[in-house]
């Protein structure tokens, strides 16, 4: 029996890192306080009525001019500077290896508002299967021209499906649109665990664990408030400290939480193996879809 995959999927901003990224090197680098710079993003946002994350970038690249020059490159090397919570540099190997033991094959993903150059960058860049986050389409000195993907909070979503039908081409629309059936499905829903801090996450945390998966709220040291309102309001599973190290309480969750999916996987196989001999004995032809016959997912649809 092959082992089934969990999908570990992960928010950045002030879930891996206490800090939006841009405040670590670039608000620095172009001698911008970063009350400054997010308070220009909020009134130029209500000023144009912008998406959030369009305005982030449009002013990165305007304030940028004469103080830093924005290409690919150098957007790379600015996640050099990122720095992380507790246990996040080791969190990932060491939860490789834990998923081995538990039977099952581990696999990280980012979906963030912030921008895929930095994230690929840092230190943490090299562990993740795909990046979704915000990102700028380069000309041909590789210098900054406009945006190219914006995630925010609500299209977020969208890469749940992708990472549910293997789909990471972003620009794959057809495929990602079509009707898939569960069985041809990569990851199921159930398989995914989804890590992320705040309101910006709700979507993402309440569709995975409406469709079967689980979702962990992290807060800062002393900082619960928030995390604890999602957790008793429902929308997520678990509220926990953003500590990653080595016999912390998200470790161990996320432990319990692969020994339940793997154990969900083989009951899965032993429905199918039943259902296929009960199909068998009365002369039936056996249906290709049988390892989903043991009901749809949580609160799935049928799309």
């Not at 994230?119 to 700028?136: D, H, P």
Request: proline share 4%.
């Amino acid at each position: 029996m092959a082992n089934p995959i969990v999908a570990l999927i992960y928010d950045f901003d002030k879930t891996l890192s206490p800090r939006d990224m841009e405040e670590y090197s670039f608000l620095p680098g172009i001698n911008v306080e970063p009350d400054v710079f997010w308070g220009k993003c909020a009134e130029f946002a209500r000023e144009h009525d912008m998406d959030g994350i369009l305005t982030y970038m449009y002013l990165m690249k305007k304030m940028a001019g004469g103080e830093m020059e924005l290409t690919k490159q150098n957007l790379i090397s600015l996640g050099r500077d990122v720095e992380f919570f507790p246990g996040v540099t080791g969190w990932f190997k060491r939860i490789n290896e834990i998923g081995r033991a538990c039977g099952v094959t581990v696999e990280h993903y980012i979906i963030s508002s912030g921008l895929t150059e930095i994230i690929r960058g840092s230190a943490i860049g090299k562990y993740f299967k795909a990046i979704f986050a915000a990102s700028f389409c380069y000309d041909e000195d590789g210098r900054a021209v406009w945006a190219s993907t914006a995630v925010n909070y609500t299209n977020k979503t969208q890469y749940l499906f992708r990472i549910n039908k293997g789909i990471l081409d972003v620009t794959n629309d057809r495929d990602l649109n079509a009707f898939t059936p569960h069985y041809m499905r990569r990851i199921p829903f159930s398989n995914m665990i989804y890590v992320g801090d705040g309101l910006t996450d709700v979507p993402c945390m309440k569709m995975t664990k409406q469709k079967g998966g689980y979702s962990i709220a992290v807060h800062a040291p002393g900082k619960t408030e928030l995390a604890d309102d999602m957790l008793l309001q429902g929308r997520v599973d678990f509220s926990v400290e953003a500590d990653y190290s080595a016999g912390s309480e998200i470790e161990q969750v996320v432990t319990m939480l692969m020994q339940r999916i793997r154990a969900s996987h083989a009951l899965t196989l032993r429905h199918a193996e039943q259902v296929q001999r009960a199909h068998l004995r009365r002369g039936n032809n056996v249906p290709l879809d049988i390892p989903m016959r043991g009901g749809l997912e949580d609160g799935e649809d049928v799309e």
